[in-house]
């Protein structure tokens, strides 16, 4: 997005912000998952479950890149906890698992600015009855989508650059790597470089659905089928499209109609892309842009499902259509379908779309049924990669 200029100075400056009074700090309330429960920590109604996971020989991993511990006794660990309990920033959660209603770890939300509606998360632990499970990622969607129901702006994670298993997590989470802070602080005596990523509310409704669309049962019964980093990705692998924000929905829309519009005296009805607000498509499909001089001119939606991936739409401007813009997109669809491990594409036409149906069947795509609605036929292709 390019930015404005000040109309006296001629110099770029940045884009207006919609809301500038202080966001509502966050308050000790309960997150409510699937897997697990986020609630205030409480040191006495916790501190035992903690304990259990996280205190005594064999447990050191947990704490090598945290500020406090390795604790060897429950007394000291226990302490600990108080003080956490005790702190308003860091405001510390206790992690549950939602069956048992166990104590299996614990986060905060932290270095709270009100003023500039940024907030970070940290302090993560996960004893072994947490991790790699699908509660560890359901936590950090609870409290994300927490933090961004509140009106921040900016959401970070940082840790030790040493810390690979906390960058991996990061990167799988959606968070982007922002740089490198050396030198940044002293940890139990040792140097820390700090590594800082962020995410943005721009950005939060498409990873909003990836974390969703990983944490649908569907997705997740008999096993995993697409991965959560893949999801959360904001490329695609060789190519220039770019993931969509919400300051792309009027944009958006604007390309929709215009690419769909010469569609409606072929159908005679609403093209199905445009019965849907670009506001809400942002948030229940991947969006994908491509931009010609700092605007889109095409736009690539999909909806991964753990079996196949749909072609919702690919829209291309009027004004560049014919010059092979199409072609990218249906290239780049293939690509995410190989992101995601996936070998099957699918999408659907208005049966009247001649043109449209032809233009796909010459780039490898098959009908596989006629769909009769009581105001439209759709043809429902689909095309298997090699």
């Known amino acids: 997005m390019n930015p404005d200029r000040d109309p006296v100075t001629g110099q770029p400056i940045g884009h207006p912000v919609a809301e ?4 509502p700090g966050p308050e000790q309330i309960r997150l409510n998952g699937r897997h697990v429960l986020v609630v205030p920590l409480n040191a006495d109604v916790h501190g035992a479950d903690l304990a259990e996971g996280a205190v005594g020989p ?10 406090a511990g390795p604790f060897d006794d429950r007394e000291s660990f226990q302490a600990y906890l108080v003080a956490c309990e005790a702190s308003s920033d860091p405001l510390f959660y206790a992690i549950l698992d939602a069956g048992s209603r166990k104590a299996i770890g614990h986060a905060s939300l932290m270095r709270i600015d009100r003023a500039n509606r940024v907030i970070e998360v940290g ?12 509660g560890a990622t359901e936590a950090m ?46 940890v139990k005596g040792r140097n ?4 800082w990523f962020s995410m943005l509310d721009g950005e939060w409704p498409q990873i909003r659905q990836g974390f969703d669309r990983w944490l649908s049962p569907k997705n997740l019964e008999g096993g995993q089928s697409l991965r959560l980093g893949a ?10 499209l770019r993931r969509a924000t919400t300051a792309d929905a009027a944009a958006l829309a604007a390309l929709q109609d215009a690419a769909y519009a010469p569609n409606r005296p072929l159908l005679g009805v609403e093209p199905v892309p445009l019965l849907t607000p670009a506001a809400e498509v942002l948030g229940r499909y991947e969006v994908w842009l491509a931009d010609h001089e700092g605007e889109p001119a095409g736009a690539l939606v999909l909806d991964p499902q753990p079996d196949h991936l749909m072609l919702w739409s690919v829209a291309v401007d009027p004004a560049h259509q014919g010059s092979g813009l199409g072609n990218t997109l249906l290239a780049a669809a293939e690509s995410r379908a190989r992101d995601l491990d996936l070998v099957e594409l699918r999408l659907y036409t208005g049966d009247k779309l001649v043109r449209n149906i032809d233009w796909y069947a010459r780039r490898g795509y098959a009908t596989a049924r006629v769909e009769t609605l009581p105001d439209r036929r759709l043809v429902h292709m689909h095309k298997r990669l090699g």
Request: glycine share 6%; hydrophobic share 40%; aromatic share 12%.
């Open 58 to 67: 064999g447990k050191e991993a947990l704490w090598q890149y945290m500020a």
């Open 20 to 23: 500038t009074s202080p966001a």
């Open 192 to 195: 820390r470089d700090t590594t």
């Open 231 to 240: 999801l959360t990705r904001a490329t695609i692998s060789d190519h220039r």
């Open 141 to 186: 969607r609870l409290l994300a989508g927490y933090v961004f129901d509140l009106g921040y702006r900016r959401y970070e994670w940082k840790c030790n650059a040493l810390n690979a298993p906390s960058r991996s997590a990061a990167a799988r989470l959606g968070f982007s790597y922002e740089g490198l802070f050396r030198q940044a602080v002293i």
């Open 123 to 134: 302090n993560i632990l996960y004893t072994p009855a947490l991790q790699r499970t699908a």
